[in-house]
């Protein structure tokens, strides 16, 4: 049951450090999630934002507090997001409300990694988060890369065994579920108006059919950029709910991330698809004095966020859906690519596989990617539908 208690905690102070002057970055969120927990059933109900509120930030796993806040010093006129990534610091109210209070001070909104077994220690957080830190608390980002963890058949991967798609699907979607909600939220007292986040490469669709309602699609490695928007976003926009992008690895060794300049063309790319949320992760933290990333990086950061504020978003005329088989679980890196994790490429695959990529070079942006169990209101936000089968609807 849920607690209708509510905790009102006075801020602590970080000594010289809250006497810094904050740069402004004035925002107005409004975010609702109501969340229910009756068993193992898990609804929401979700009132969006304003689309033309973009969060540009960063993924910090610096491990030590001071560290992490001098990285926030040096990014604080051209961020409005921080997610603290390091369990060290999510776990241990002592160290992460301190942290909360000061990205609050400067206007900057926040969002901790916990997981089903590694939460703060504070049952009370969400009532201390609504009352202290207000609409700066997104949310929590949960359960790392659960579609990636599948498809790369991870040792902690979701599903390790199915008879068929529909089977896999359902057990993937109770598991996420349960790891990214149930057991998490199950160790506090009450909830409060917050999103649910996660990234993923793979599987984004399920992501949000299980209880997602932020998933951030990774730009790295050698992914095609346009076909990790066209999968994300589709969901997103099939589930009401918001998408975003972040930019991760492109190499398993130092330097890790792409160069600034592909860097600067990522976080526009994603930012002119109508991405509400762009990141960049820092991790490793021992590469450069800010983490991973060089002064470069944070130049183009910087000049990203110039670009955004001197250009209104546009709005994409997103009118095309290229329309996948219920529960199919292909993962979209080439025409050999598994389905689940669990099976090799069947006769579906290749096809699929190139008709996704004839239609993104036909209509780059304009392609989203959904599942033939859209509603019929998803249906209707686009001009034309082609089916993985070959049939075509217009709406026009």
């Known amino acids: 049951m849920v607690s209708i208690r509510r905790v009102l905690v006075q801020p602590k102070l970080l000594g010289s450090k809250l006497a810094r002057r904050g740069i402004a970055k004035k925002i107005y969120v409004v975010l609702l999630i109501t969340l229910i927990l009756v068993a193992s059933a898990i609804i929401f109900t979700i009132i969006n934002s304003d689309k033309s509120e973009v969060f540009v930030g960063v993924m910090a796993g610096h491990r030590n507090v001071d560290e992490l806040l001098d990285f926030v010093d040096e990014v604080e006129e051209y961020v409005n997001l921080i997610i603290v990534s390091d369990l060290s610091i999510t ?17 900057i909104f926040f969002i901790p990694f916990m997981g089903p077994m590694d939460y703060v220690d504070d049952p009370d957080f969400f009532q201390v988060a609504e009352e202290r830190w207000g609409k700066y608390f997104l949310g929590v980002y949960t359960f790392d890369e659960p579609g990636g963890k599948q498809i790369d058949k991870f040792f902690h991967r979701p599903v390790d065994e199915a008879q068929n798609n529909s089977d896999a699907a359902s057990k993937y979607l109770k598991v996420v579920a349960e790891e990214g ?23 984004f669709w399920h992501d949000y059919l299980a209880c997602y309602n932020v998933v951030f699609a990774h730009f790295g490695w050698n992914n095609t950029r346009q076909l990790q928007i066209a999968l994300c976003r589709g969901a997103a926009t099939a589930h009401n709910s918001d998408w975003g992008a972040i930019i991760t690895w492109t190499y398993g060794q130092p330097p ?48 990203f966020w110039n670009y955004a504020q001197e250009n209104p978003q546009p709005k994409q005329n997103v009118d095309i859906a290229y329309v996948l088989p219920r529960d199919y679980g292909f993962g979209f890196r080439g025409p050999d690519d598994s389905i689940w994790g669990l099976w090799d490429p069947d006769e579906l695959s290749p096809i699929i596989w190139n008709q996704a990529n004839s239609l ?21 936000k686009y001009r034309e539908i082609v089916f993985w089968n070959g049939t075509t609807l217009s709406n026009d």
């Open 91 to 107: 776990k241990n109210s002592t160290k992460l409300y301190p942290v909360f209070d000061y990205l609050k001070a400067r206007e």
């Open 181 to 203: 909600l149930m057991f998490l939220f199950g160790n506090f007292y009450d909830y409060g108006t917050f999103d649910v986040v996660t990234s993923d490469y793979a599987l």
């Open 360 to 380: 993104l070079e036909t209509y780059n942006s304009q392609l989203d990617i959904i599942y033939e169990t859209a509603s019929p209101s998803v249906f209707k």
């Open 256 to 303: 890790y991330i792409e160069n600034p300049e592909e860097l600067y063309n990522d976080m526009v790319l994603a930012y002119n698809n109508e991405a509400k949320y762009i990141l960049v992760f820092n991790f490793p933290t021992n590469q450069t004095e800010y983490g991973l990333l060089t002064q470069g990086h944070l130049d183009s950061m910087q000049n």
